[in-house]
């Protein structure tokens, strides 16, 4: 399959692409937006995810060429870019909605491109040295599938790295109002790399030291009997960035943990990361 650049800035394939709303629902994105570079645990993530991918990939054989799948409206690849950007030659982020993508346009550095996408049908072989599925696949219902699509895309010897929520103990009324389908742990992901012919070099859990707040702060709710109307409400004001204080104190806690989470196995947390390789 070919991608060709639109006038927008946007990559589209000859077939049109159409975003499932159902998988992920659009209205999220403006939420996503204003939360992504200030949230606690969007930075943690990233801050987790980027310390992996330097112990992973290694700096002598940079350049490299990385994309995002279902990437949203580009928090991690501008983090990544902001970062490391003499690390790699390419970087794309890769989303079925336009919208996102359009959105994104507007912050993204001129070193990154914009792919429409459909997850189930990439078209792509052998092209990147590394991808990214974030918190995507949990919404998917063929997580397989999306694996294998990966994997094609990826280059002999190219890394996939995985971050999904983890452990069904931890299932609440948040995974159904943002349409999650499961919660993976380190069984499911070395199952997934069997299935889409992928080494499973690394899986490990974070954000355990705020799990019990986590768990407290999402078990007291019950969105039974609430309309779609309500539940949406629900979402906006608790998703949302805290307080200064509040904010600043659990993004201090999260930080702390990552070098932690990289020299031990934390025994549980509510996300869990995996590394896979293409053989």
Avoid at 40 to 56: C, V
Avoid at 105 to 130: E, H, S, T
Avoid at 198 to 209: G, K, Q, S, T, V
Avoid at 224 to 233: I, L, P, R, T
């Amino acid at each position: 399959m070919t991608y060709e650049r639109c006038s927008d800035g946007i990559h589209r394939p000859a077939t049109q692409v159409q975003h499932r709303n159902e998988e992920y629902d659009q209205s999220g994105f403006s939420i996503l937006w204003a939360m992504q570079d200030q949230h606690f645990w969007y930075r943690g993530r990233h801050r987790f995810l980027l310390a992996a991918l330097d112990r992973t990939l290694p700096h002598e054989t940079a350049p490299w060429t990385g994309v995002d799948l279902g990437g949203g409206v580009g928090g991690w690849i501008r983090y990544l870019a902001d970062r490391r950007a003499d690390l790699f030659r390419t970087l794309a982020l890769a989303d079925s909605s336009e919208s996102a993508l359009r959105m994104a346009g507007a912050a993204l550095p001129p070193l990154v491109d914009r792919y429409q996408i459909d997850l189930m049908n990439l078209g792509w072989q052998n092209q990147w040295d590394c991808a990214f599925l974030l918190d995507v696949i949990e919404h998917l219902p063929d997580d397989v599938q999306a694996m294998r699509e990966a994997t094609q895309a990826l280059k002999p010897g190219g890394y996939l790295f995985v971050t999904t929520p983890a452990l069904r103990q931890f299932w609440s009324y948040n995974d159904e109002l943002v349409h999650h389908l499961r919660r993976y742990n380190r069984g499911d992901f070395a199952h997934l790399a069997q299935a889409s012919g992928l080494e499973l070099c690394d899986a490990r859990y974070f954000m355990f030291m705020l799990s019990p707040l986590y768990w407290l702060a999402r078990k007291w709710k019950n969105t039974q009997g609430m309309s779609e109307e309500e539940k949406v409400a629900h979402m906006k004001k608790t998703h949302n960035v805290p307080s200064a204080l509040i904010n600043g104190a659990l993004t201090a806690t999260f930080a702390a943990e990552t070098p932690l989470g990289h020299l031990l196995r934390f025994p549980w947390g509510t996300s869990i990361l995996g590394v896979f390789r293409k053989p």
